[in-house]
Structure formats: C-alpha cells, structure tokens
C-alpha cells in the first residue's frame, strides 16, 4: 500500500466524522451540555452537589431558543 493510499483510507473515517458532527442540531449540544454539567455536579460531595444541581439551566431547549432570538433583536 502507498502513502497515497494510506492517507485516503485514513481521511475516509474522518470525512465521515464531519458530516455525522454537521447531523448534530443545536438542541443535541444543548441537552448533551446539560447532561455533563449535571453528571460533574454529581460527582461532587453531597453539600457542594446540591449547590451545583440548584445551578443547572432547568430552561427547555424550545424556552433557551426563545430567549436566544429575543437577544439577538
């Protein structure tokens, strides 16, 4: 197998890599983003947990693009 050939077969996995990411929406992010903030203040002790949790955005992706849109007029 030649260099050119490597470097083919190795981009193929990544071309499909960016267009499965470009698939992604915006409410995805958003609820992903949410999920981690939520598991990280649970790995924290009990008193500092509650005190992240209380921090957690509870707003809902179609309220978080309303008030996203308000800001941008």
Do not use: V
């Amino acid at each position: 197998m030649t260099n050119s050939q490597r470097i083919r077969f190795a981009t193929i996995p990544l071309a499909g890599l960016l267009l499965a990411l470009q698939g992604c929406t915006t409410e995805a992010w958003y609820k992903g983003y949410n999920q981690s903030f939520e598991h990280h203040c649970r790995k924290q002790p009990p008193d500092e947990s509650q005190k992240c949790l209380e921090q957690l955005n509870k707003t809902s992706y179609s309220d978080y693009e309303k008030e996203r849109a308000a800001q941008k007029q």
